[in-house]
C-alpha cells in the first residue's frame, strides 16, 4: 500500500510518521494547505473539525525545522485559545515529530513559571501557547520570539 503523503513532498521520516499513526491519504484540507506552507507561503485555511487541520499545519513546520535540527530556539509560534487546544495541538506536533529532534512546549495559564522558564533556557523549537501566557513570559524576559520564523494563529 502506497502512502500519499509522499506525493506532498514531505520528508521520508515524516511520511513513515504518518504512516505509523494510520494515515495514508491526506484530507482535502492537508492536500491544499502543506504544498502552499512549504513554499513559504502565508496560508488561511479553514476546515471542520476533525478534517486534519492540525497536521495540515504541523508537518510543513516540522519539515522546515529538520534541516535546523539540533538549534533548540522558538523558530514556530502557535497561538491558541484555550490550554486544552495548546496541550491538543502540542501532543499532535510531538507525535507526528517524533523521529526528528525537535522540542515542543505547551504554554498556559496556570504553570509555573520556574518550570517553563528551564525548559525554555533549554531550548525549544516550537512553543503552542495562549496569549496572555505567552505575553508574561515575553513581559519577563523568558522568551524570545525574535528567532520565530513561522507563526499559526489556530482556532482563530
Not at 520528508?11 to 510518521?17: A, E, K, M, N, S
Not at 525545522?65 to 538549534?71: C, K, N, R
Given at each position: 500500500?502506497?502512502?500519499?503523503?509522499?506525493h506532498l513532498n514531505l520528508?521520508?521520516?515524516?511520511?513513515?510518521?504518518v504512516a505509523e499513526l494510520g494515515y495514508t491519504t491526506p484530507t482535502d484540507v492537508q492536500t491544499q494547505v502543506i504544498p502552499l506552507m512549504?513554499?513559504?507561503?502565508?496560508?488561511?485555511?479553514?476546515?471542520?473539525?476533525?478534517?486534519?487541520?492540525t497536521a495540515a499545519f504541523a508537518l510543513p513546520i516540522l519539515q522546515n525545522?529538520?534541516?535546523?535540527?539540533?538549534?533548540h530556539s522558538v523558530q514556530t509560534l502557535v497561538l491558541t485559545p484555550t490550554r486544552e487546544l495548546a496541550i491538543q495541538v502540542a501532543e499532535a506536533i510531538t507525535q507526528?515529530?517524533?523521529?526528528?529532534?525537535?522540542?515542543v512546549m505547551a504554554v498556559?495559564?496556570?504553570?509555573?513559571?520556574?518550570?517553563?522558564?528551564?525548559r525554555i533556557k533549554k531550548g525549544v523549537d516550537v512553543?503552542?501557547?495562549t496569549p496572555g501566557r505567552l505575553q508574561d513570559l515575553m513581559r519577563q524576559d523568558i522568551l524570545d520570539l525574535s528567532g520565530v520564523r513561522t507563526v499559526i494563529l489556530d482556532e482563530a
Open positions: 500500500m502506497t502512502n500519499e503523503f509522499s520528508h521520508p521520516l515524516l511520511v513513515q510518521t512549504l513554499d513559504g507561503k502565508d496560508v488561511i485555511a479553514q476546515s471542520q473539525t476533525g478534517s486534519g487541520k525545522l529538520i534541516d535546523g535540527s539540533g538549534v507526528y515529530g517524533r523521529h526528528l529532534e525537535v522540542e498556559y495559564g496556570g504553570q509555573h513559571y520556574g518550570t517553563s522558564k528551564r512553543i503552542v501557547g
